[in-house]
């Protein structure tokens, strides 16, 4: 019998498991990445806090983060150009993005989240953070996640995905 198990292991047969079976098949549990499609490209979000909970694989877990300072890529737009904000492999999605200037606490506009959100940017010139918070469904797992992209609304600059630098004050960058 053991020679017949070792025979099926060798040939790429395994047995299935399922959670609760006493073998150890742990996986990392993360939330639906964040992303910010423009005509610079894809931008993904700098990550906050989340929390998953996938009861049919039977695992879970909370990751509480300092909130990140700000974006750590900014996408250069054009103003009136529409982009997507995705919450990438999401079935359902609550929750919002609040938009503020680069470094500033104001909220200037509040824009609701779908799974996949076309937003026409309607914004002056200038350097903003997209804080988005969120609760969300993807697959059998759901849960809560957060974090932060940046903008650049520019009429006449390279279309990029530039690195983003603290802003020396509120609303510059």
Do not use: H, K
Request: aromatic share 4%.
């Amino acid at each position: 019998m053991a020679l017949l198990l070792l025979l099926l292991l060798l040939l790429g047969f395994g047995v299935a498991t399922t959670p609760g079976s006493g073998v150890d098949d742990a996986r990392p549990v993360n939330p639906p990445a964040i992303e910010l499609v423009s005509e610079a490209g894809v931008q993904r979000a700098a990550p906050g806090s989340y929390c998953v909970d996938d009861p049919q694989a039977g695992v879970g877990e909370c990751v509480d983060r300092e909130a990140p300072a700000g974006p750590e890529q900014l996408s250069v737009v054009r103003p009136g150009e529409t982009v997507t904000i995705a919450l990438v492999g999401s079935t359902a999605v609550d929750g919002a993005v609040s938009v503020r200037r680069l470094g500033c606490e104001e909220e200037l506009a509040s824009v609701p989240l779908e799974p996949e959100t076309r937003w026409e940017v309607d914004l002056e010139p200038g350097a903003y953070e997209l804080w988005i918070f969120t609760t969300f469904e993807a697959g059998s797992a759901g849960g809560d996640t957060s974090g932060v992209l940046g903008l650049v609304v520019d009429a006449a600059a390279p279309l990029e995905i530039r690195a983003a630098r603290p802003p020396a004050a509120c609303g510059s960058g």
